[in-house]
Structure formats: C-alpha cells, structure tokens
C-alpha cells in the first residue's frame, strides 16, 4: 500500500528520472545543437548543479545515482522499515478460558519515534476476535491508544490463537498483536486428541486433571474403567490429577471409533470432557460447514430438556434450516430456531429425553434444510432429579467381539462390522462414503 509519505517519495523519484530521460533523448537526436563539451570537474560540477532552469544542467552534470539517493531511502523508510511502535503486552495470554466463555483483555500501541503517527485501520484475523475501532487515531510521540480486544473460544478443547493486524500511516509493515488462549473445562485433558491415522502410535497416556485443583473420581471413559497409571482406585484416596492410558486394540475394539471419546467424572463443575479421536473413519463429511463438530447438551434430567446451537458458516441467502433429528429413540432432537448473522446461520436446537435409559447418551444427528443435509455427534448424560456420583461402569467382556459380530459400545452409534472382524486394522474409508486424505503429522484439523 502506498501512503502519502511513500508516493511524495515514489513522485519525486519519477519527476527527476523522467527529466533526466528526456535530456538524454534531446542529445541522442540532435535537439541539443551545441558542440560537445568534456565532462566537468567535480569543482565545476558543484558550480553549475545549481542554475534554477533545468536545461542548464545537463543530465550528464549530475548522475541519476545521485539525484534518486534522496527517494530511495525515503522510500525504504516507508516501505521497508516497521513502525516505530511497541505493543505492550507483547502477546495477549488469556490464560485457560471455558468453551462458553468470552475472554477480554487491552493491549497498548505506544508511539516510539519522533513524530505523531496516525491508525489507517485494525483489522482481527477471524471471527472469533471482535475489537474497538481505532482507526484514524493519532498516536503522539510517547503516548499510546488501547486496544480492547475480546476472544470468543470454539467449543472444542485446545490451544487457540489469533492477530490482529495494525496498518501505521506512512509505513507498508504491519504491526501484529498476537492474541492466545486455551481452551479447557474445568476438567483439562492433555493431550486434547488421540492421534491415531494410520502410522501413529496405537497407544499411548493421558494426563486429566482438573483445573481448580479439587479431588475427583473418572467414573468411566467411554462408558468403561479407566486403566489408570500409578493410581489404584481401590486403595488411593481421590486425586486432582491423573495419568491414564489408552490402547486401541482394548479400548476401540473391531476398529469402531467415536469422534468423541466421553469422560465422564463426578467433579460437580465437569461431569463430562471429551477426548477428540483423530482418526480415517471419525473425519466428518461435510455437505453443511459448521462452525464446530462439537456438540453437547450437558447433563440431562429424565424427560426433560435442553437447548444447544449450531452454528451453519455457508448457507446460501435464501437456504433456511428445515427440521432437525436424532439416530436413536433414547433423544428427540427438534428445531427451535435460527436466525442470520452475517454470513452465518445461528439454528437452536431442542434435546429432549424420550427414554428410561440412565447415564452416557451419544448420538448421531442430522440437520436439514430443502437442498441438504448435516450430520453431527450430540452426547450427554441422562440422570435422574438430585443425581451425583457415578454410573456403574460396564465390563470389558461386554464388549470383546466375537468372530462374526462386533458389539457396540454403549452410546456409541453403531458402525457395521468390518467384513473381515479377524482383523484389528483400523479401517481406511470414512462411514460416510468420503475418504479423508490423512498424513500422520498433519494437522488436528476440524473438530
């Protein structure tokens, strides 16, 4: 971008060049009649480089090298040199927020240099960072504008980041504040996913540990006793912390794997975390994009309900959301409403409990509108009036498969069996019919 400060540069660079070519071009073709004179010497050069008409100064007077000096360093200045501003803090931390928390914090532009400087404009990286306005303010020498940013978290547990870009008048550099948080429930699971693609490891541990320091239980882990490491629920008192560990030829067996692997635990703030299960068969097939794959109604009183929301990104303008349904009949799932936002679609849903069934819910579910469809994964846990504690977990021989049928896990939706159960390769092809070009160590991607 050129701002005034760089075009009086770029304009006087122009104005001499085009001079001196046109000097040049009079010679060449014989406009300058007068006969041919030697050079002159640097002491005759300073003499004559200043008469006030051009054309006594002959472009051979005063080399082009030395009359663009002056425009190229105003021009490095502008194009090339940052800002003379300091950011204070350097990095915006938020710290560990909650998935429905909105973080907020000032960051201060502190004018270094000489001169006044003026904001062209702020620009955040995405949606999710919302800013004041501070653009065509001045920053005098010394002084500083603030600006307040606030940083609304995805669902999903982990690490977020973002920027906000600052364009200084007279400088192309942008000034970048770089803005952090993470992601947890007061039940904090490290690492936030299982990496599992094919070429990974096929086991591993876990840290879980809640994040205010209070003892609590892991009731189960997807719907199962925990294998826990150093620890012995029998004997040792409840801890605030914990090391598991995870094999997925115990834990996923026939190669059947949730998107979501459920904690659940009887901390009074977090009955529930997930782990993200990154693996060929949990990629989602997109025909809707949402903001999030992740979706929970929380705890659930018998035959009560709910409320939770989708959110769609890409919906065409006149493209509503027609109906929404479970895969089971232990939940209902209904629309409640939706409104527009922009580019998106905000779509309330309704979970209501239709069954007698107690504990781990997790469902498929679907959201329509007249041109398509969505799939997601929607879990909680159904209890009954003034529940706490712990369900009583499942054995692992209930889910040991047998040669011809792989038995479900509990809450998990079902997948069919591989046509070869002797095998515990996990399968390459999504359910859905997509197939995800995974690399090992590629990114997480969508959760």
Same mark, same amino acid.
């Given at each position: 971008m050129l701002t005034r400060r760089s075009l009086s540069a770029f304009g006087l660079k122009a104005i001499l060049t085009s001079l001196v070519g046109a000097c040049s071009m009079l010679q060449a073709c014989g406009g300058n009649t007068a006969a041919p004179t030697p050079a002159p010497t640097p002491a005759q050069a300073t003499e004559t480089a200043a008469p006030a008409t051009p054309p006594a100064a002959p472009a051979t007077d005063v080399p082009a090298t030395d009359v663009s000096a002056p425009a190229t360093d105003a021009t490095q200045e502008a194009e090339d040199l940052p800002p003379?501003?300091?950011?204070?803090?350097?990095?915006?931390d938020f710290g560990v927020i909650s998935p429905s928390d909105i973080a907020e914090g000032v960051v201060k532009l502190r004018n270094t240099g000489t001169k006044e400087l003026e904001v062209l404009s702020v620009q955040p990286s995405c949606k999710c960072t919302t800013i004041n306005d501070v653009a065509g303010q001045k920053?005098?020498?010394?002084g500083f504008v603030e600006i307040q940013a606030k940083m609304k978290p995805t669902s999903g547990a982990g690490d977020k980041k973002a920027e906000i870009k600052v364009l200084i008048d007279g400088y192309s550099r942008i000034v970048s504040i770089q803005l952090k948080s993470?992601?947890?429930?007061? =039940?904090?699971?490290?690492?936030?996913y299982l990496n599992i693609v094919t070429g990974q490891p096929q086991m591993g541990r876990t840290v879980v540990e809640s994040i205010d320091g209070r003892p609590f239980k892991i009731c189960a882990i997807g719907g199962y006793a925990p294998h826990y490491i150093g620890f012995d629920p029998t004997k040792d008192e409840p801890a605030n912390h914990y090391v598991i560990d995870w094999n997925i030829e115990r834990d996923f067996p026939g190669g059947k794997f949730p998107r979501y692997w459920i904690i659940e635990t009887d901390h009074p703030d977090c009955p529930l975390v997930e782990i993200f299960v990154r693996h060929e068969t949990t990629m989602p097939k997109i025909n809707m994009a949402l903001s999030d794959y992740r979706h929970t109604f929380g705890q659930l009183e018998a035959g009560k309900s709910a409320e939770f929301v989708v959110t769609c990104t890409k919906l065409e303008e006149d493209e509503a959301i027609l109906a929404a349904s479970a895969s089971s009949t232990d939940l209902?799932?209904?629309? =409640?409403?939706?409104?527009?936002?922009g580019t998106d679609t905000i779509v309330t849903l309704r979970?209501?409990?239709?069954?007698?069934a107690r504990g781990l819910t997790y469902v498929n579910a679907t959201i329509y509108s007249a041109k398509r469809q969505q799939d997601f994964e929607l879990w909680g846990q159904v209890i009954d009036p003034g529940f706490t504690g712990c369900f009583p977990c499942k054995e692992r021989a209930e889910i040991t498969p047998s040669v011809d049928q792989a038995k479900p896990i509990r809450g998990i939706p079902t997948i069919a069996p591989p046509t070869r159960p002797t095998t515990n390769a996990p399968a390459t092809t999504n359910p859905t019919g997509a197939t995800p070009n995974l690399s090992p160590n590629a990114p997480v991607g969508v959760k």
């Open positions: 003379p501003i300091t950011i204070d803090p350097p990095v915006l920053i005098p020498v010394g993470e992601v947890s429930m007061p =039940v904090r699971v490290k690492p936030y209902k799932v209904e629309l =409640v409403s939706q409104v527009r936002d979970a209501t409990s239709t069954s007698s």
